[in-house]
């Protein structure tokens, strides 16, 4: 850890909010001009900087200890979002400067009836044993729902209400039908879970799905990935992606117990839809997977590919950032992410001749529905069928072989 990081530990031991946003002059760093720059300072979190230094223009002040950013818009948007579940003191300077994107701004000290709201819900989703994941989504919805009709309570609101932000979302933010879909999913659960209101949202309509077909690698791709990658624990990860269709989640969250090299099986735990299931290991990866277990002298249990202890796995970023880097060395001009790779691994097993049912279980897709989206991407149908234009032009390359056989006699 630099000494930077350690001044900045202390930086707020003392006040009330958990993260500070206002002005801060700062010096350029190729020039003495002096430039204003939103400053955030917070306490000491290892998440929360790494999440900071993924902002284009991050910089360390030593002197405010605070890290500073240029003055933007989308930049103020995406600090507020990295903290929205902390107490935030934003100054009045920047308040008045950008209103849209700040309408509660004093400091959260005294619980609000959007405190309320959001803890109540909350409470209702874990009570359901909703996900981790699931429940920061809600709560995002909910909050950014919350601002908008700010300051009423949702109680209030109206079904033609509802349909207003989900245009405002559609036609002003520019959301994708996909994440209009969660912000609504998030309502329902409020209004008809939580309110016990379902006559608020019950005539809203939610955007039709946008029916898009996965990208898919060739397998002269996937060899290329695998090939531009020359850490063997990293190889290794991309390698057992593939090879057993996971989520990224799942691959990081792997145990060595998990691993049934006799069966030719590992267990995946609590998935997705808090699901356990069975996915194949292969054969040709037992090798490679022994040599990694021996240079990292890995144990009997614990973490199959473990983060920067023992006791953490790798985060699911690090592995993300190693295949975008494959990418861009292998040449690839497909958009690729890792989720890419479970989407070949079923088209290619469906190549192979493997029953849809059983790619099914593999992924563990609930619906068949779900999986048939690969017939669609599958060479194996739509690669036999010939194109028209390839008749037509197949007759008329013999037309003329006839023609140019007469002329010869």
């Known amino acids: 850890m630099g000494s930077s990081d350690t001044v900045f530990r202390l930086g707020l031991e003392k006040d009330e909010a958990d993260v500070k946003i ?55 948007e995406k600090i507020l979002k990295i903290f929205e579940d902390k ?32 803890g109540e819900l909350k409470k209702e989703l874990r009570l359901r044993n909703y996900s ?29 209400e509802i349909r207003t932000y989900l245009l405002h979302l559609i036609d002003n933010k520019r959301f994708s039908s996909g994440t209009v879909n969660q912000v609504f999913n998030a309502l329902r659960f409020l209004f008809v ?21 996965p990208d898919v690698l060739n397998e002269e791709e996937v060899v290329r990935i695998f ?23 799942e691959l990081v969250r792997i145990k060595i117990e998990d691993i049934d090299g006799n069966r030719g099986l590992i267990h995946i735990r609590n998935a997705k839809g808090k699901k356990d299931r069975f996915t194949v290991f292969p054969e040709s990866l037992r090798g490679q997977l022994i040599a990694y277990w021996k240079k990292y002298k890995l144990g009997t249990s614990g973490w199959l590919f473990q983060g920067d202890t023992s006791d953490k796995h790798l985060a699911a970023r690090s592995i993300q950032a190693v295949l975008a880097r494959a990418i861009q060395a292998s040449g690839i001009t497909k958009h ?18 493997t029953d849809l049912r059983y790619i099914q279980e593999l992924l563990g897709h609930q619906s068949v529905k779900t999986t048939e989206i690969y017939t669609h991407v599958s060479p194996k149908g739509l690669g036999r069928i010939r194109s028209p234009l390839d008749f037509l032009i197949t007759k008329d390359e013999h037309k003329i072989h006839d023609e140019k056989q007469k002329l010869l006699k």
């Open 336 to 353: 690729v992410s890792m989720h890419t790779l479970r989407h070949s691994f079923a088209t290619h097993l469906l190549d192979h001749g």
């Open 132 to 160: 981790i994941k699931t429940i920061k989504v809600y709560k995002s919805c909910i909050r950014s729902f919350l601002q908008y009709i700010h300051p009423r309570h949702p109680k209030n609101i109206t079904s033609d």
């Open 193 to 213: 879970e939580l309110y016990k209101m379902p006559f608020v949202i019950g005539s809203v309509h939610r955007p039709m799905k946008e029916k898009k077909l």
């Open 22 to 76: 206002f002005l801060v002059d700062s010096v350029g760093e190729h020039s003495t001009k002096v430039e204003q720059r939103i400053g955030v300072s917070f306490r000491y979190n290892e998440e929360y900087i790494k999440e900071v230094k993924k902002r284009p223009g991050h910089r360390w002040q030593p002197n405010e200890k605070c890290w500073s950013f240029p003055i933007e818009e989308e930049t103020l």
């Open 87 to 118: 107490k935030i003191e934003i100054d009045s300077t920047l308040q008045k400067r950008f209103p849209t994107i700040i309408r509660s701004t004093e400091l959260k000290d005294v619980e609000t009836p959007s405190d309320e709201v959001i």
């Open 227 to 249: 090939r531009a990658v020359h850490n063997l624990k990293h190889q290794t990860m991309l390698m057992l992606a593939y090879a057993s269709g996971l989520r990224v989640s």
